[in-house]
């Protein structure tokens, strides 16, 4: 596992990830293309926007200083996991771009990582801030409408977000 911070994505990057083999044909079967670069996104989408709406309100050195804290908190914990259900979702709507209606589906594998939980306590500590936990999850095959399929993943910033993509328990 190697954990990455950049400047919109804040994740740890699974090597050799078997995960979702068990419906690794169903998938296939269904027109899904399997999500090459397995990853769990720890800070991303809208959260980093809410994120940087913040940091927008600092000084420099004030933002410098608060990144540096959040660099630390993230890299400070040992974000084990453990694979749970696996379940597809769906997802229509305006993802990445305004004037482009799309459908996307995903398989994704819940996983259990109590660090989730400790980062964002932390970092709304740090900032004074609400921002909503991001599901862990492991994206496991995507389906999508548009030419480029690295872009078929679909964010799941909070537990309302994924509710409201009806998900179903695959496994």
């Known amino acids: 596992m190697k954990l990455v911070i950049e400047e919109e994505f804040y994740g740890l990057f699974l090597e050799n990830d078997n995960t979702g083999s068990v419906i690794e044909s169903r998938a296939l079967g269904e027109g899904f293309r399997r999500q090459d670069k397995r990853h769990i996104t720890v800070l991303s989408g809208s959260t980093r926007e809410l ?4 940091l927008d309100k600092l000084s420099l050195e004030e933002k410098r200083v608060v990144l540096d804290k959040i660099k630390n908190i993230f890299e400070g914990l040992k974000w084990e996991f453990k694979p749970k259900e696996i379940y597809r979702i769906k997802k229509t709507g305006y993802v990445d771009n305004p004037n482009i209606l799309e459908n996307r589906e ?3 594998n ?3 990582m109590p660090d989730m939980e400790i980062f964002y306590l932390k970092l709304n500590s740090l900032l004074k801030s609400n921002l909503p936990t991001q599901i862990p999850h492991i994206t496991l095959f995507t389906k999508g409408e548009r030419e480029n399929p690295k872009w078929y993943g679909i964010p799941i910033p909070s537990t309302e977000e994924f509710n409201s993509m009806n998900p179903e328990k695959i496994y």
């Not at 994120?51 to 913040?54: M, P």
């Open 51 to 54: 994120l940087k709406n913040i």
């Open 106 to 108: 995903s398989y994704i």
């Open 110 to 112: 819940i996983v259990e």
